[in-house]
């Protein structure tokens, strides 16, 4: 089976610009969560969705967001980028968002 | 706040000797709990986890944990390491409240396993 895949795997921006990424969660998984992991650090929750609504928002400025799709697919989106962005972002799906299974992860680079 | 503590940044055990990494949580109910392992440049893979029952819990890759809630520890063991084993391992709790099943990371424990 399918694990949950995330695309791009990499992605190099400049400072200012926007950013999308990508989440295709496990069959039959309706929620979806992502978190952002920078370097020496543990995960942190950024946005979850279930059934296509938002069911919960960590503490990440509005220059986040993300939406969920009729397909349970789900992107993320960031804009005006920061240094700071940098890091590896984590989309994990789950049936009912209470054991979660992570992707691979994207590794944005903000220059 | 809620909060996860890994109190071992790095750890360093000889191949075939015994392992435990320690997790403490603050939270004033019983939570959800999860250990996870992370290969460099790699997502999280599901070590195991606990909701509720018998406070010993097994899981994969002959790894196993323990609950004690007086302690509010989760501890990660395992009786023989594998070169393999090395990795970070991340310790996870989920509040239980309404609606949300938000994740609560400690900051790793990095393994290294000396042939």
């Known amino acids: 089976d399918a694990g949950v895949t995330q695309s791009p795997t990499h992605l190099i921006k400049t400072r200012g610009q926007q950013v999308t990424l990508r989440c295709s969660p496990i069959?039959?998984?309706?929620?979806v969560s992502w978190y952002q992991q920078v370097l020496g650090q543990g995960p942190q929750f950024i946005f979850q969705y279930y059934e296509k609504e938002e069911r919960g928002r960590g503490n990440f400025p509005d220059r986040f967001s993300a939406r969920q799709f009729p397909n349970y697919s789900s992107e993320l989106n960031v804009n005006a980028l920061l240094l700071g962005d940098s890091a590896l972002y984590l989309c994990?799906?789950?049936?009912?968002?209470?054991?979660?299974?992570f992707g691979p992860g994207t590794r944005l680079t903000v220059l | 706040a809620q909060s996860v503590t890994q109190p071992d940044i790095h750890i360093t055990v000889s191949e075939g000797a015994s392992l435990e990494l320690r997790c403490n949580y603050s939270?004033?109910?019983?939570?959800?709990l999860f250990w996870y392992v992370q290969s460099p440049g790699q997502g999280l893979q599901l070590l195991l986890k606990?909701?509720?029952?018998?406070?010993l819990v097994q899981g994969i890759k002959g790894f196993e944990a323990e609950f004690k809630r007086s302690q509010s520890s989760f501890n990660l063991r395992k009786p023989s390491v594998h070169w393999s084993d090395a990795a970070e391992y991340f310790c996870?709790?989920?509040?239980?409240?309404?609606?949300?099943?938000?994740?609560?990371f400690g900051t790793g424990t990095r393994l290294k396993v000396l042939a």
């Open positions: 606990y909701f509720s029952g018998d406070t």
């Open positions: 069959s039959g998984h309706k929620s």
């Open positions: 994990a799906s789950s049936l009912v968002a209470d054991t979660q299974y």
């Open positions: 996870a709790v989920v509040p239980i409240t309404s609606g949300t099943y938000k994740y609560i």
């Open positions: 939270y004033g109910a019983t939570p959800y």
